[in-house]
């Protein structure tokens, strides 16, 4: 029993220091008990200047109220996702996110233990963004262009397709209001391009542009890169405007909305009411005027379901609603954007390639696409890459797995004896329902908005299979 003890707690110290986050245990009279190797890179000492040692003797800048460690063991009360900002025994400046627990042995309280995610890297980086941000918009007290404005028109969007057309002159039409708008389409459609085109068709074009992919920022630093931060707000905060500040007069446009936290959600509903963004730890807010454009990669009504998205948010920006169809569904825009990205690339390349081939062509309409124009793009690239510097883009200038797919469709076609048509019918309902169900991750609702039919009648097909 003793040595299963001993293998137990040696297995359990091994797998904590594993882990890529820094871990500090301490019992409850302050003594650390455990410490790995992640958290001694944080704050520059080593695991035996810390083992053993009263926190406050190994960290003279804390005291018995600051130390977030001996808070919880005072208090039996977890913290959780406290931003903390410290400069460590070297003299580097670290950016951690901290949650600190309560260790509890039936029910008595006997130590604590504080995971730090360091997020030093990304917060630097944010933090010069916003820095620069602020720092162009108030040279000579006017607004000047910046390299991450915007650069796209309405009339970049290429189509031929009769709804993208339609669409593009909505956005003309909006793109004069203030009115928030909300954007769905499915990733590499073009969502930012559209949002950028309606930014320089409106009165706000020579005012900033912001764009922020709530995917690509931590959900624990996210609300003080949106709404600013105060001195003190947290350890080692500043004062610093946020992205709404900044983007003060023009368009704020936020990605992938559905990535966000719920209750940053209700606090971008607040700003969006009351017009008045107030920074983490200010008592005040500040009067904004901008517009709010939000995008989601997943329909609206499937977020709200999957509680990605908050539907009084969703209600409040929904007030102009864009869809933009896949490329799948606008076929007839292939050849147009073909040759637009062929001319790009080769102004770009020095190359003087003339199309595709038919039988590329022909290729590129059977091929279903899930990257969209983004792919198809990227493709183009791919093929200018691998051509000659005239004649016509071949089949052997195409990506492989484009290829791949094409072999495999063409092996479904191959001849085969006739069977009865029920079975093949059958046969090729599963398939696309399979298909479906693949490229949506198994969302029944999305899955039948592909397939064009109700989703109950999809749920009955899935079940009687």
């Not at 008990?33 to 890179?41: H, K, M, Q, R």
């Not at 917060?123 to 404005?149: F, I, W, Y």
């Amino acid at each position: 029993m003793f040595n299963e003890s001993i293998e137990t707690n040696a297995m359990l110290k091994a797998i904590l220091q594993t882990i890529d986050e820094g871990i500090h245990v301490v019992d409850s009279n302050g003594i650390t008990i455990f410490y790995n190797e992640v958290a001694a890179s944080h704050d520059g000492l080593t695991v035996n200047d810390v083992l053993g040692s009263h926190v406050l003797d190994v960290f003279p800048s804390l005291t018995k109220e600051t130390s977030t460690l001996l808070k919880v063991i005072q208090t039996g009360i977890p913290i959780i996702n406290q931003q903390q900002s410290y400069t460590n025994s070297k003299g580097k400046r670290i950016d951690t996110v901290n949650t600190t627990l309560p260790i509890k042995v039936d029910d008595e309280l006997i130590g604590a233990i504080e995971i730090a995610k360091d997020y030093t890297q990304i917060k630097r980086l944010s933090e010069k963004l916003l820095d620069m941000q602020a720092m162009m918009a108030q040279k000579d007290g006017k607004s000047v262009k910046k390299e991450n404005d915007a650069h796209f028109h309405l009339h970049d969007i290429i189509t031929i397709h009769d709804d993208m057309e339609k669409l593009k002159k909505t956005a003309q039409k909006v793109s004069s209001t203030s009115s928030p708008i909300l954007v769905y389409g499915e990733t590499g459609t073009g969502k930012e391009l559209l949002v950028q085109g309606i930014h320089n068709a409106s009165p706000r074009r020579a005012k900033p542009f912001i764009a922020q992919n709530c995917a690509a920022i931590p959900s624990t630093l996210l609300e003080g890169i949106l709404f600013g931060t105060t001195k003190g707000s947290f350890t080692g905060a500043v004062d610093r405007a946020g992205l709404f500040e900044l983007a003060n007069e023009g368009t704020l446009f936020l990605d992938e909305l559905n990535s966000m936290p719920l209750d940053i959600q209700a606090k971008l509903l607040r700003v969006l009411q009351e017009g008045v963004v107030r920074r983490v730890g200010a008592s005040t807010g500040k009067l904004i005027d901008v517009r709010v454009v939000a995008a989601l990669n997943e329909e609206p009504e499937c977020c709200i379901e999957n509680k990605t998205l908050r539907q009084d948010l969703y209600y409040r920006l929904n007030v102009i609603y864009f869809e933009i169809p896949p490329l799948r569904d606008r076929k007839e825009d292939l050849p147009v954007l073909i040759d637009h990205f062929i001319e790009t690339y080769n102004v770009r390349f020095h190359k003087a390639i003339e199309g595709v081939d038919e039988q590329v062509l022909e290729l590129f309409d059977s091929y279903h696409w899930p990257g969209n124009i983004r792919e198809l793009k990227h493709a183009i690239e791919f093929a200018m890459n691998m051509a000659e510097k005239d004649g016509m883009i071949q089949m052997e200038h195409i990506p492989g797995h484009i290829l791949r797919d094409n072999k495999g469709t063409k092996r479904k076609k191959s001849f085969s004896p006739i069977r009865p048509l029920r079975e093949v019918l059958r046969e090729k309902e599963d398939e696309l329902i399979s298909r479906a169900l693949s490229e949506t991750g198994g969302n029944i609702q999305q899955a039948a908005k592909l397939l064009k039919i109700p989703r109950q009648t999809l749920q009955y097909k899935i079940k009687s299979k």
